[in-house]
């Protein structure tokens, strides 16, 4: 689905990404963790190019992204994603930040729109909030409509960077069952966490990032039980 | 609620397209009765009665001597006669740039004026007067130490200059019209003011604290009509002008407008009396149309205008950034009244092109408020927060898109009060329009007080309408605020 090679990021003269390649397959749920700082962000970010690599190439069901700048709005329709700190539209509705894109970008019929956004407010269990204003929801329930809205688009991939890092600990499940479900569904992820407990559950791969360099890339069971690497045992050993 | 902000604009826009059709062509005075198939365009400064002044109680004709003797003339020769009103130091570049055909405001031929334009022979000989208030000033010894006024630009001026050279320390002070330099000696900053006989003469009926007396071998180089340099008009209104000498019509017209109206003998009235006014404040309410549609038009050229140069100062193709930066400083760093002018005098003198007072007003109240919104607009797309950009991008919204719909509506939320306020100033400023002419709500507070001779209570009326519409507008933004504000 994702391939990734030899990618490099560097900002002004810090080299944030060294060179990372790896492949994320159909249906596949990859868990991307490491250290603060590390680069995992800007790994995820390049994959949709909101940021540019400074080298290296990156092919989404075999088109090449980093070299079809002006195709680049046709890509990004596939992929969703869902950041930290949500990023909704706080002047529109609930059901607004649902229909927008796939009315403005794919030029669906706004009633259509409507129907398939409620039954994806449905999913994420917030079919009563569709008159809403984001300012007026919790942490958790942003969050779900976020989810909402990246789904909204159809996409085949899903990006999610640190989703529940900005919320209340109470929230954290909601917002990981929607994942979990999603993953259930067969969706393609890619998630940025500091959720082990999510990961080890979840995720078919763990990619450990430390420094801009890919450590690690290895099935969840072996990764928690027995990392090859001193950094990755290190990392766990903190936050386990 | 895209749907809904679109036809609301959509409305805005064609209740602004309406009023601009109808507002257009400046303020043209049309012939009594279309009678001939010719037309002649009269300019004229219409705050010079008797010779040209609007009977602001009874309407917006412009009337006096020259308008009688303009519209014999023009008859004569088969016209029709249309009067464009304008300020009396912007009739010599109005005949260059061929806004008009000839000029009549009892305008005497000078050697300055004569080497941009041609005059005709004289129709009427003036005398000049001194006029004071002051009863000790009886003759022009009696000057010494004084100050006089004159209108600038004026013969009186030179004759003035005459005084100051053969009397000590007189003081020339100038203003633009005649009943400023009234108005500045019942105000006691001038003692006396040099002013033409028939002119002084409603002034003196009408106040009967005001005395004069002719200035002895003063200047008297009388009226004449100007025309451009090689009109054939020269001739034709020649001929005229001593056809009507000779058989007594001039005379006739004369008697008409310059004998002092005994009977209008004034007692002293009260220091402010509205009644004098009142049936002129019609006329100045019939300026809010103007000011509004001059306003209204402005402030969308404005917006959208500032709304793309705030586009281009946060583009990332440098010519654009840079050349923004530059609109901005040049309109900020250069006065309003001034680029009103550029604009309205130079565009005929470099492009051939007679651009009308409205559009040329509106032109530069549009570009200069552009630069002001600008600033505004682009420090309210900095603050909206980067993750509104990302999330949009990331769903693939196109730049133009996400501008509109997601950045620039969080943008004006937040900048509302800024443009509120520019919008004010706007209202405010829109008042220097009257100089080039347009009949907003301040240039008829100025000609209810030529007409009327009272300007404490003109001038109030119009300070009350001014602020009555910046009320109008802070009530229309709070509510807008409260509005926009539902999602918070
Ligand atoms: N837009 C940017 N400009 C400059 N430096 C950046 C930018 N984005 C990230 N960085 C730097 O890149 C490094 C990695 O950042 P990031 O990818 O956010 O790490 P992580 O998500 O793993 O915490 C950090 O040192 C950060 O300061
Ligand atoms: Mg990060």
């Known amino acids: ?240 | 609620m895209f749907k809904k902000t679109h036809v609301l604009l959509t409305l805005v826009l064609l209740v602004i397209f309406s009023l601009a059709g109808n507002v257009l062509p400046g303020q043209h005075q049309a012939a009594a009765k279309e009678k001939h198939n010719k037309t002649l365009v009269m300019g004229t400064s219409a705050d010079y009665a008797p010779y040209e002044y609007i009977d602001t109680a009874k309407g917006n004709k412009i009337i006096g001597f020259d308008v009688d003797v303009a519209r014999h003339i023009a008859d004569k020769l088969g016209y029709n006669l249309v009067i464009k009103d304008m300020d009396f130091n912007g009739l010599v570049p109005a005949l260059d740039a061929k806004r008009v055909d000839f000029v009549m405001a009892g305008m005497t031929p000078n050697a300055e004026r004569k080497k941009k334009v041609d005059f005709s022979n004289t129709y009427y000989k003036a005398k000049q007067l001194i006029v004071t208030n002051d009863p000790k000033i009886k003759k022009i010894e009696d000057l010494k130490g004084k100050a006089i006024g004159v209108q600038l630009g004026s013969i009186q001026e030179k004759e003035a200059k005459k005084i100051a050279d053969k009397v000590d320390n007189v003081t020339i002070e100038k203003r633009n019209k005649v009943p400023d330099l009234v108005q500045e000696i019942m105000s006691k900053r001038f003692n006396a003011a040099v002013i033409e006989d028939g002119v002084a003469i409603e002034y003196l009926n009408k106040n009967p604290d005001l005395s004069s007396f002719v200035i002895p071998g003063s200047a008297s180089a009388g009226s004449a009509v100007a025309f451009q340099k090689g009109s054939d008009l020269t001739e034709k209104f020649n001929k005229e002008i001593a056809a009507m000498k000779k058989n007594g019509e001039l005379d006739q017209y004369a008697k008409k407008w310059f004998e002092p109206k005994t009977e209008k003998k004034a007692e002293k009235k009260s220091i402010v009396d509205f009644s004098t006014i009142m049936p002129s404040i019609p006329y100045i309410l019939k300026g809010i149309l103007t000011t509004l549609k001059f306003v209204v038009v402005s402030i969308l050229l404005g917006f959208v205008l500032g709304t793309i140069l705030a586009l281009f100062k946060i583009s990332k193709v440098n010519v654009l950034r840079w050349g923004a930066d530059a609109y901005t400083s040049i309109f900020r760093g250069t006065p309003l009244i001034l680029q009103l002018l550029i604009i309205y005098n130079a565009t005929p003198q470099l492009t051939g092109y007679k651009i009308e007072p409205f559009l040329a007003g509106v032109l530069t109240f549009g570009l200069n408020s552009a630069a002001y919104v600008s600033e505004i607009i682009r420090a309210g797309i900095n603050g909206v927060d980067k993750g509104q950009r990302e999330a949009s991008m990331a769903l693939g919204v196109s730049y133009g898109s996400m501008m509109r719909q997601i950045i620039l509506p969080q943008a004006l939320k937040n900048i509302l009060p800024a443009l509120m306020n520019e919008f004010i100033t706007l209202t405010k400023e829109s008042a220097i329009i009257a100089v080039i002419g347009t009949t907003d709500i301040m240039r008829r507070a100025q000609i209810v007080g030529a007409d009327t001779y009272r300007y404490f209570e003109p001038l109030i009326t119009a300070g009350i309408i001014y602020y009555l519409m910046v009320m109008a507008l802070t009530v229309l933004g709070r509510m807008l605020e409260r509005r926009m504000s539902r999602g918070d």
């Open chain 1, 1 to 240: 689905m994702i391939k990734i090679e030899n990618l490099h990021k560097t900002f002004g003269k810090n080299e944030v990404l060294k060179g990372i390649s790896t492949e994320i397959g159909q249906g596949e749920v990859v868990a991307v963790i490491g250290p603060s700082g590390s680069g995992k962000s800007t790994f995820l970010r390049c994959i949709n190019m909101l940021e540019e690599p400074t080298e290296g190439k990156i092919l989404f069901k075999d088109q090449e992204v980093t070299t079809q700048a002006s195709k680049i709005q046709q890509i990004r329709k596939k992929i969703g994603m869902v950041f930290q700190h949500f990023h909704l539209f706080p002047h529109m509705t609930v059901l607004d930040n649902l229909t927008y894109a796939p009315v403005t970008v794919n030029k669906m019929p706004k009633r259509e729109a409507e129907a398939a956004a409620r039954e994806l407010l449905k999913r994420v269990g917030l079919e009563d909030k569709e008159g809403e204003y984001p300012g007026r929801l919790s942490g958790g329930q942003k969050q779900r409509v976020a989810i909402a809205r990246a789904l909204a688009m159809n996409p085949e991939v899903m990006l999610f960077d640190e989703p529940t890092s900005a919320l209340d600990p109470e929230m954290v499940k909601e917002v990981l069952d929607v994942m979990k479900s999603l993953a259930q569904s067969g969706m393609t992820m890619a998630i940025v966490t500091h959720e082990m407990g999510f990961a080890k559950e979840v995720a078919d791969r763990v990619l450990f990032l430390d420094g801009g360099i890919l450590v690690e890339d290895a099935v969840p069971a072996k990764f928690f039980a027995q990392p090859k690497s001193e950094r990755a045992q290190a990392f766990l050993e903190k936050v386990l």
